[in-house]
């Protein structure tokens, strides 16, 4: 997709907000735990390349990433810190992450010993770096027994194209208040691992919300995503120790102002029809950027003020009521501040009925990344 840097819409990122929380974090770590700063998804719509960089100036010491090609990415921009694929691979590639110092997620022996295979075959100068996944409850990828790990770690030890350098699990309810599941996924955790002899380099548990709230259980690395980029991973159900600081804003300017009188109609579907004489504007970005099309009824901020969105989000553009006719090329505000008004991601969430990770994510490379301090 082509970026559009003809239109001025445009997603502002703030670097010193992500640097601020990120640090913040990595503040509050006891010593010897390290901060992997998660920039899968491009860096969850942030941009992997800046917000690793920005990462790794607040003290983040490696980072993870979702699939090889993202890895990769990093790798091409010059970042030499570690880097753990979180999801799995394929055995074919094991070569490739192993030449490239790529950390392996592994969730079941089969997949290790197809790589060695292919280890045995390419002979890399380095071996693959593992780290295991274990199932405790999230019920996605990993091993659930002990008897499964054991024979994992067993198959890692005697075979040298392979070194066993991590272990870690995933919490599925560590942003939820009730921390009865919480609780039985950290007993099956220290269960499985209670087998291990030695432990490797990375063990590994915490995402942001467990390392914001349930930080006893951190080990020596946590896994930062989402509270990165400034945004609570319980949405509002529980503070954050810190202020988080919203990385995004979403900006653009006014098109087209036009007036129309009752009984005219805006947008497909026309379900929208003004009752008396008003001033329409015209936005250009749409559900093709990931503006979601069930944000019509919500507003936007045009000189302080909140503008409902009227019919339907169209695909490029939408319309908004406007108190009085404004200028071509006054700005719009989408998520961020505008005067004494706000819109966070955590509005437009709550009005999709989704959360920010799934819109942060959500908006296309139609639109421009801009950095910012
Ligand atoms: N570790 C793993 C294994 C993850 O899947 C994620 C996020 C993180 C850490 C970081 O979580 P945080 O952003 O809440 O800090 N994964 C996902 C996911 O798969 N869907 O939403 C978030």
Redesign the pocket.
């Given at each position: 997709m082509v970026v559009g840097v003809h239109r001025p819409t445009q997603l502002v990122i703030d670097r010193q907000a992500l640097h601020d929380n990120i640090q913040a974090e990595v503040t509050r770590l006891a010593s010897g735990c390290e901060l992997f700063m998660?920039v899968k998804a491009n860096g969850y719509g942030h941009g992997a390349v800046q917000v690793a960089q920005v990462a790794k100036e607040a003290g983040a010491t490696g980072f993870?990433v979702a699939i090889l090609d993202e890895a990769l990415e990093l790798r091409a921009a010059g970042f030499n810190e570690p880097i753990l694929v979180?999801g799995v691979t394929e055995p074919e590639d094991a070569p490739l992450m192993a030449q490239q110092h790529i950390s392996a997620t592994v969730a079941a022996t089969d997949w290790l010993v197809a790589a060695d295979a292919y280890l045995a075959l390419a002979q890399p100068t380095a071996p693959l770096q593992v780290h295991l996944g274990l199932d405790t409850g999230m019920g996605r990828i990993g091993f659930k027994t002990t008897t499964e790990l054991t024979t994992a770690v067993t198959y890692l030890a005697t075979h040298a194209t392979l070194n066993f350098e991590g272990i870690f699990t995933?919490f599925a309810t560590a942003d939820s208040p009730d921390e009865t599941y919480f609780k039985q996924q950290v007993a099956k955790w220290q269960t499985l691992t209670a087998v291990l002899k030695e432990r490797p380099r990375y063990v590994h548990v915490s995402?942001?919300?467990t390392s914001l709230w349930h930080a006893a259980c951190n080990d020596n690395m946590v896994?930062?995503?989402?509270?990165g980029y400034g945004l609570n991973?319980s949405g509002t159900a529980i503070p954050a120790p810190y202020a988080l600081k919203p990385a995004l804003s979403l900006t653009s300017q006014l098109v087209h102002s036009k007036q129309v009188v009752a009984g005219e109609s805006v947008g497909y579907g026309a379900t929208y029809t003004a009752q008396q004489t008003e001033w329409v504007g015209t936005v250009p970005i749409g559900y093709a950027d990931g503006y979601e099309r069930r944000l019509q009824g919500f507003h936007v901020l045009v000189d302080g003020q909140a503008c409902e969105i009227i019919g339907r989000v169209c695909m490029d553009q939408l319309m908004i009521r406007l108190p009085h006719d404004y200028a071509r090329g006054t700005r719009v505000t989408l998520i961020g501040r505008d005067g004494d008004h706000v819109i966070t991601l955590q509005e437009m969430a709550d009005y999709c009925q989704t959360i920010h990770?799934e819109l942060a994510c959500g908006f296309t490379s139609r639109l421009p990344r801009v950095y910012r301090h």
């Open positions: 998660v993870c979180l995933h995402n942001s919300a896994r930062f995503g989402v509270a991973p990770y």
